[in-house]
């Protein structure tokens, strides 16, 4: 049983630990594992792979932050009317559970910080507002909590929009303003309300770095983010980073691997989440869905035919359903895009400093054009390509706001193949999951131009009851068939079963030769007496 | 059936007439009398040197192992095969003695974890005598286990806790072993097991004070078939996937009436017995006269209810020919079922080469190997945590799958850095399809495609792997390239291929 939280001061006492895991757990970078920089969808998978005892990780991945900041950097601004604008906010949210998906998980309460912009909103983190029950707002200085909402969230981005429901509310609090990208070595100060106390907090920290970054929060998209020596903890996320009186960053993590060390997200992220979000929806960042090699080696650049003064990447893969998908070929070499030249590892220069091209791709709005330069069967061409969003790359996104989607006959559970019920086997579930299941979700991906098209479906677990409690597998098998029909969504597997009129359904696994076997008539009697006895509402989300 | 050609490894020499003129008789003493085996017993010490699987052309650290080896007839010495894995030097010396003399190995089979080994000293076996052998092993009650200590025999009065059927460290076979319960701490070193003055086992591993004894019955079968006189036949597997067929519903499914009975087949092994024999679907009902339940068991006449996966090694071995009923689109379907050897260098990713240097090639500073377990332990005990994901999918899924053209499969496990082959310094652990448009599945097909380049240019496709899908090099200067890294990385020889697996026919078929 939980205590009702009526008090800030509460907050610490009587949910102080619950709340610092939590955040904890929302503010870790994720691990480099295998998943996310296998996912085609991406705009490059990272070169580097994940830890092992024979290759350590690369403890100079992040330069020691800075001693000193320089002489030259700017004072520090501990304006009054900053503090006034960070705002404190209370997050009571449930989630859905996917390992019984008809469910929901026990209520949760965090804390983190937002702050005012124009519209009489906040902008925060998403992962401060997701699967909210009840939002509060604590204005600085005031004791009073007042409710609010999410009225736009960007999971890829971690950004989200909160209104509160009191019209007028923020109208007396000034706006901040965002600024640019701040310099290197240059000074900024975070506001926010770590740790879960209900007085303000500012840090200040210098700009160590600035790249791109696993946001933790879906724990696959890549964007730029400011790294600083500031200390940000739990409580601080959606803070503001502030320099010359701007905003020029969003506090969102940090990492267990650098002490001191927190993230922001830069202004040209925000400004891509509030233009996107300025029709009243959310749609997130185009994706070219290619995967591509460096050309760094002379011999592969001669023998693309590409000429001394060029550079560039090789197309190695185009997933269908992707933007490049019919206007791409394997094999073509991208010189340039949107004018900028793309180097032989890949990279483009922008704002002085060196950037995977893939973020060139990201500054477009879903349905805007993109223009590359390539070099293809030894003519070079322009090419346009209209940008959009590739549907099958959700499956590797941590999921909010959403409830599973799943199936159930004959007590039997069937939901996606997606990151969230790999997670239902371990956090490491790419070593501890059915390894077809790492394989489909991994691997199959990055061979087969339509897999990410295709939902493949998993046999989750079983409810136990005598019509099922022979069967040989019921535990995270892949199902390849039901049937005889290819399974390639869950809605294939409902149509194939309730469409079968034989005295069995056969459904055959991933691995071959395994199939298991449900007497039909049996099955059709038992499955609702099933859900009543386990408190199953109803029998599917699909 | 044409008698197998086993892996170089194998070292067979028939033991045929060997025990002629020897007395055979055995005083009987009971279980805590020394008498009984201390003359029976050896020490062993030996030197072991296995291979740097990251620099395959060199070899690893010396380690130094003490074991022990028993009497048996011939004379020879009987100890495990991981005893003599890799070894440099093999020392015997006698209980109480100050002497160490040379001992070779006779035959080693890897795939049931036995060797025998000679020792050509005059008058080493004078005073020792070979361990009267039970028939078969205890299933409850006190055995004495012994240990090697300071050159002194330890013995200790251990209890029987059960048999269970477990895989043979290479995971090739499966057959019962006797667990004991033991005081004597430290074991798995090819101790010997006694029960009422009798040789029961060798301790072949041993978890705080469980012991796994490898019985006696397997030995005998071992030690039979090495004295056959003719090549060693081995033990058999049958190289079968299968399910278990407790539901009632699914065996309604395949029209058998009656109670759930038999496994369900799902697939053969290549070179397996049951290649080309069983098919998926078949129920199988049957094997060598014994029924099988839903549940994969038979009952065996002292050990009670076994896995049936264990009949092939229980008195048979490969060559023989065993019964088995299948229950197959509606019909009950009599085989014959032709035993053939466990052989796990026939997998596509043998999970230990004991003995055999990892092949290996260096080309263009690509360092080039062939997948196999000992790689993917080489990342530690935690391997299965720390090695590439991409490797251990295709050890946990594909290991088995092995098939006429893919025999192996090559990675590239790192890249040795030069000018030459710079932008694919980061590469490594990634499987190679195809160099210049030849298929491969081995060091050798690898070595021969880099001698015939696409044009000016080498062409090196990678399993799909998120960051490159094909190298490419320079041909020109490929050989130069090469020569450079090789002396530059102190490469004795850019290359290393090793005799092909054996070949096993056809595909399985459905």
């Known amino acids: ?89 209370i997050n009571y949210s449930q989630r859905g559970d996917w390992f019984s998906p008809w469910d929901v998980t026990g209520v949760r309460a965090s804390s983190g910080t937002g702050f005012v912009i124009d519209g009489g909103l906040l902008l925060t983190n998403a992962h401060v507002v997701s699967d909210a029950r009840l939002l509060l707002l604590y204005l600085h200085g005031d004791p009073t909590p007042h409710k609010a909402r999410a009225v736009m969230l960007g999971h890829d981005c971690d950004l989200a929009l909160v209104r509160p429901d009191e019209p007028g509310l923020l109208r007396n609090i000034p706006v901040l303003e965002l600024g640019r990208l701040p310099p290197l070595r240059t000074m900024v100060e975070t506001y926010g309300y770590p740790a879960g106390g209900d007085q303000i907090s500012s840090t200040r920290g210098v700009v160590s770095r600035i790249e791109t970054q696993v946001y933790a929060h879906s724990g696959v998209d890549r964007h730029v983010a400011i790294q600083t020596d500031a200390a940000i903890n739990p409580g601080n996320s959606g803070g503001p980073m502030i320099q010359d009186g701007k905003v020029v960053g969003v506090a969102f993590q940090g990492t267990d691997a650098l002490e001191n060390t927190g993230f922001g997200i830069p202004v040209e992220v925000i400004q891509h989440f509030l233009t996107d979000a300025e029709d009243g929806k959310y749609d997130g960042y185009p994706d070219l869905a290619i995967l591509e090699s460096n050309l760094e080696n002379p011999a592969a650049r001669r023998r693309a035919g590409m000429r001394d003064d060029e550079s560039g990447v090789r197309v190695d893969f185009v997933n269908d359903g992707g933007s490049a998908e019919g206007l791409l070929k394997v094999g073509d070499v991208l010189l340039a895009v949107d004018g900028s030249p793309i180097a032989n590892d890949g990279s483009v220069l922008m704002e002085g400093l060196r950037f995977d091209y893939g973020l060139m791709v990201d500054r477009h709005q879903i349905g805007s054009d993109l223009r590359l330069r390539l070099l293809r069967d030894g003519e070079r061409k322009e090419i346009t390509v209209p940008l ?27 939901e996606p193949l997606n990151v969230e019920m790999l997670e239902t086997t371990g956090r490491d579930w790419v070593v501890s999951a059915d390894k077809r299941l ?75 030769g395994r199939f298991i076997v449900l007497d039909r008539k049996g099955a059709d009697e038992a499955s609702p007496k099933i859900l009543e006895r386990y408190g199953v509402e109803k029998d599917r989300n699909p | 059936m044409t008698v197998r050609r086993l892996a170089a490894f194998l070292v067979v020499f028939a033991l045929g007439g060997a025990t002629a003129g020897r007395a055979m008789a055995e005083p009987a003493h009971r279980a805590g009398g020394r008498q009984s085996f ?92 070979p361990v009267p052998m039970a028939s078969s092993v205890p299933t409850e009650g006190a055995v004495q286990s012994v240990r090697w200590r300071l050159r002194q025999i330890e013995a200790s009065t251990s209890r029987v806790s059960r048999v269970e059927v477990q895989v043979t460290s290479l995971g090739g076979l499966e057959h019962p072993f006797l667990l004991v319960t033991t005081d004597l701490r430290g074991g798995g070193w090819a101790e010997p097991v006694f029960a009422e003055g009798k040789f029961i086992g060798l301790t072949v591993s041993q978890d705080d004070q469980v012991a796994r004894v490898l019985p006696v019955d397997i030995i005998n079968n071992f030690l039979d078939m090495a004295r056959g006189g003719k090549p060693y036949p081995g033990f058999a597997n049958l190289g079968l996937r299968w399910q278990i067929n407790e539901d009632p519903v699914l065996t309604a499914s395949l029209r058998l009436s009656g109670d759930p009975r038999g496994v369900l087949i799902t697939g053969a092994n290549w070179g397996g017995s049951a ?114 994901i991409r490797l251990q999918l295709r050890y946990w899924l594909d290991s088995k799958d092995q098939e006429p053209g893919a025999r192996r499969i090559v990675v590239l496990s790192s890249v040795l850095p030069h000018a030459y082959n710079i932008g694919y310094h980061g590469l490594s652990d990634v499987a190679v399809l195809e160099i210049n448009g030849r298929p491969i599945d081995s060091i050798a097909a690898a070595e021969e495609a880099f ?55 056809a595909a399985c078929g459905g």
């Open chain 1, 1 to 89: 049983m939980r205590a009702p939280l009526d008090s800030p001061a509460r907050l610490l006492t009587s949910f102080g630990r619950a709340l610092l895991l939590a955040l904890v757990a929302g503010v870790a970078i994720a691990p480099a594992a295998a998943a996310p920089q296998a996912t085609p969808g991406a705009p490059r998978p990272p070169a580097s792979k994940p830890p092992t005892a024979k290759q350590p990780a690369a403890k100079s991945a992040a330069p020691k932050p800075a001693a000193k900041p320089p002489a030259a950097a700017p004072e520090p601004m501990l304006d009054e009317g900053f503090e006034k604008s960070v705002v404190r906010i």
């Open chain 1, 388 to 414: 959009v969003a590739h549907p099958g790359t959700s499956r590797y996104a941590s999921q909010y706001d959403v409830m599973p989607r799943y199936f159930i006959y004959a007590g039997l559970v069937f």
């Open chain 1, 438 to 512: 790492v394989q489909e979700q991994i691997f199959r991906p990055l061979s087969d131009p339509k897999a990410l098209l295709r939902e493949p479906v998993v046999l989750l677990r079983r409810l136990d009851d005598p019509v099922n409690i022979n069967i040989a597998w019921y535990r995270n098998q892949l199902v390849t068939k039901a049937n005889g029909k290819d399974i390639d969504s869950l809605g294939e597997l409902i149509d194939a079963i309730e469409s079968n009129k034989a005295a069995f359904h056969v459904l055959e696994l991933g691995e071959p």
């Open chain 2, 38 to 129: 201390e003359n029976g017993i050896v020490g062993l010490t030996v030197s072991a040197q296995g291979w740097d699987q990251d620099r395959p052309w060199a070899k690893g650290a010396p380690q130094a192992r003490m074991a022990l080896a028993t009497v048996v007839e011939g004379p020879y010495l009987l100890t495990s095969a991981q005893m003599v894995s890799d070894a440099t030097l093999i020392e015997a010396e006698k209980l109480g003695g100050s002497v160490r003399v040379p001992a070779r190995v006779v035959l080693v089979d890897p795939e049931v974890d036995l060797a025998i080994l000679g020792v050509d000293a005059p008058k080493f076996f004078d005073d020792l005598k």
């Open chain 2, 275 to 388: 290649c080309g024999v069983m098919r998926p679907r078949d129920l199988l009902l049957s094997l060598d006269g014994h029924e099988i339940d839903a549940s994969g068991y038979y009952r065996h006449p002292r050990y009670g209810l076994l896995r049936f996966t264990t009949i092939t090694t229980d008195g048979h071995r490969a060559g023989e020919t065993i019964k088995a009923e299948v229950w197959r689109d509606g019909k009950n379907v009599k085989l014959d079922l032709p035993l053939k050897a466990a052989h796990t260098p026939g997998d596509l990713i043998p999970d230990r080469v004991p003995e055999q240097p990892p092949p290996y090639l260096v080309a263009g500073g690509l360092v080039l190997r062939e997948l196999d377990g000992n790689y993917l332990r080489s990342w530690g005990d935690d391997w299965r945590r720390k090695a590439p």
């Open chain 2, 451 to 505: 001698k015939h380049p696409e044009g000016d240019f080498h062409r090196i496709v990678l399993e799909p792997n998120g960051q490159m899908a094909q190298v490419i090099l320079d041909a020109k200067t490929f050989d130069a390239a090469t020569a450079e890294i090789q002396e530059s990385y102190r490469v004795p020889a850019p290359v290393r291929t090793a005799a092909p697996p054996p070949e096993f026919g």
